[in-house]
């Protein structure tokens, strides 16, 4: 790793560079512990089950299966927002050497729109739909950019680990932000107010936790790289989707990355899936209330920051592809626990299995990228890789929406697709060569 401003170069030179400050580090896993409670509260726990269950209320009163079939079209097109535009801002940000000024920019949004969603009202669906495609956009494009400051702080023998530390101390963040929105809920419930007061809140401490916990983020972590010339007589944009098509036709140079990213959208269809549709799944199929939605996702959190930790050391001792594969391993059998549940205790088995495997496929997905990525092009590949992701969270969630709608509200049915998702992604992951995609990158400028 490098502590200078020199840009990073590829080969022995990033793995002897002097270390990071752990301060950088610190910092820069503090983002992930800041936008974990957006993700755990809005799109996970709270609010999908409100939206489904009081804000689009309305139309499952007519049309069942529609409130989800709604829910999942607006994180689609958020997704798909993100998948056409982080590409472009990657390479833009490689260009310009902004990753911290477009993160800054994306997580003032992302919080903005979390605030208001909480004066959206029952029944007043479009203006909660545009809120919710706005916040997920900007909470999603970030995730893009702080994934591309991994390798300029990560040598390729602990960017498994440092992923780890970062996926890790980001559950913890979720857990934070889901005990105190459950203490107001508890707070709540006590004085006889229910969902239409304490979601609205539930909200707004969300905002906040992210807003102060990010701000370690833009105050110490350093952008190491350097401005790059434009192209003559191209602009930024047409300079960045010029280089993304360039990466894209070499492909060649980079199989097994881009095998992995391939992967990648086959199983973070289902992963995104879950992240989206637990909640929903646990309130409709199981009868969960908000009490019992929250401390299942709290748990979840602590057995996935255990995953993401034990990873990170598991992938750089033994390999990511094996470790990988056993997670997604884990995954097959959590879905088909959850397939099989009849009573609670089957949804506190399997969603212990789900944590424990989200947090090992999301720190190695990531740490691999990492690793195959060629040091010059770490804003354009990671923006390849969100769209891998943003590609997955269209896929998944939308197929469990169009199977539940098809199906008349049958979320067991639906769940079926999340299950092949992991089976097809272990089947390409199991043709991937790790050590020829390691030398591939050293050798790529």
Same mark, same amino acid.
């Given at each position: 790793?490098?502590? @200078?401003?020199? /840009?990073? =170069? ?9 270390? #990071? ?32 269950? *009081? ?21 689609? %097109?958020?997704?798909?927002? *993100? ?10 940000? @490689? ?6 000024? %477009? ?26 739909? $545009? ?7 900007? %909470? ?31 559950? %913890? ?38 807003? $102060? ?12 790289? &350097?401005?790059?010339?434009? /192209? ?9 989707? +010029? &280089? ?14 881009? =095998? ?7 199983? !973070? ?6 992240? *989206? ?14 009490? !019992?939605? $929250? ?19 598991? !992938?750089? =001792?033994?390999?990511? $592809? ?14 088909? *626990? ?6 609670? #205790? ?30 010059? &092009?770490?804003?354009?590949?990671? +923006? ?33 697709? #999340? ?13 991937? @060569? ?12």
């Amino acid at each position: 790793m490098r502590s @200078d401003n020199a /840009p990073l =170069r590829p080969g022995k030179e990033r793995e002897t560079a002097p270390k #990071t400050p752990l301060r950088e580090v610190i910092a820069w896993a503090f983002y992930d512990f800041a936008n974990s409670g957006y993700t755990t509260v809005v799109l996970t726990t709270i609010y999908s089950a409100y939206f489904v269950g *009081v804000v689009a209320a309305g139309l499952d009163a007519t049309t069942p299966g529609a409130a989800t079939l709604l829910w999942t079209l607006a994180i689609a %097109f958020s997704n798909l927002v *993100v998948l056409c535009s982080g590409p472009v801002i990657g390479a833009i940000s @490689d260009f310009r050497a902004s990753k911290k000024t %477009f993160l800054l920019l994306t997580s003032i949004l992302c919080v903005s729109a979390t605030a208001m969603l909480a004066w959206t009202a029952p029944g007043q669906v479009t203006l909660a739909v $545009i809120l919710l495609v706005l916040s997920a956009i900007a %909470f999603s494009s970030g995730e893009n950019l702080i994934a591309a400051f991994l390798p300029e702080i990560a040598t390729r023998e602990n960017m498994g680990r440092i992923s780890g530390y970062g996926w890790g101390l980001g559950y %913890f963040g979720g857990l934070l932000t889901l005990a105190c929105c459950l203490a107001y809920i508890q707070f709540s419930e006590g004085r006889g107010m229910g969902a239409e007061h304490y979601v609205p809140v539930c909200l707004l401490i969300t905002a906040l936790i992210f807003a $102060i916990t990010a701000t370690p983020t833009f105050v110490w972590l350093r952008e190491r790289a &350097q401005p790059r010339p434009l /192209p003559s007589g191209k602009g930024y944009v047409k300079a960045g989707l +010029g &280089q993304v098509l360039t990466t894209v036709r070499h492909a060649a140079r980079l199989p097994d990355l881009f =095998r992995f990213l391939l992967c990648i959208v086959l199983f !973070q269809a289902g992963v995104a899936t879950v992240v *989206v549709l637990a909640a929903i799944y646990a309130q409709e199929v199981m009868q969960f209330d908000s009490q !019992q939605l $929250i401390v299942l996702i709290m748990l979840v959190n602590l057995t996935a920051a255990a995953g993401a930790f034990v990873f990170g050391f598991a !992938q750089d =001792r033994f390999g990511s $592809i094996p470790s990988l594969a056993g997670a997604l391993m884990v995954w097959i059998a959590a879905i088909a *626990v959850a397939l099989q549940a009849t009573t609670n #205790t089957d949804v506190w088995i399997a969603g212990n299995l789900i944590g424990l495997a989200m947090g090992a496929t999301q720190a190695g997905g990531r740490g691999l990228v990492g690793q195959l990525t060629p040091a010059s &092009q770490n804003g354009e590949i990671f +923006g390849l890789w969100g769209l891998a992701n943003r590609t997955a969270a269209i896929i998944g969630p939308i197929s469990y929406g169009i199977i539940n709608r098809l199906a008349d509200g049958d979320h067991q049915l639906s769940l079926i697709s #999340t299950l092949v998702f992991f089976v097809l992604g272990l089947g390409l992951l199991l043709t991937i @060569d790790e050590k020829r995609g390691h030398q591939a990158a050293r050798q790529v400028s």
